[in-house]
């Protein structure tokens, strides 16, 4: 019985101590058109606001998983995690879509 209660205790440990995966994320609101912009050359841009920010701002990122449809406001969930050495011309941020929360239709 004692055993029992050990082995229990033990597999309670292990699954508590695991990596947690960040549930929440981060929330942006990506602006219904894109905007040119130039990074490592011309290209367009999303303009973004992080929860709480008034203004939006051009991002340069890619948001994987998220395919951008122009004429709609979005709200996004998104883990944003650290790259290791990127590339000189790359940003050190990796943004992963973990949620669309709100896609609404914008009139033109």
Do not use: W
């Not at 990074?39 to 367009?44: E, N, Q, V």
């Not at 709609?72 to 949620?99: F, G, K, M, Q």
Request: aromatic share 10%.
């Amino acid at each position: 019985m004692i055993l029992k209660h050990m082995l229990f205790a033990v597999l309670f440990l292990l699954v508590a101590c695991g990596e947690k995966e960040d549930k929440a994320g981060e929330i942006l609101h990506v602006a219904p058109y894109t905007s040119a912009c130039i990074g490592a050359g011309p290209m367009d841009c999303l303009r973004v606001r992080s929860d709480g920010e008034t203004n939006f701002q051009l991002f340069y990122n890619h948001i994987e998983g998220f395919e951008f449809e122009p004429g709609h406001n979005y709200t996004l969930r998104v883990r944003i995690e650290d790259v290791a050495s990127p590339p000189a011309d790359a940003s050190s941020l990796r943004y992963t879509l973990l949620e669309v929360v709100k896609k609404e239709a914008v009139n033109p």
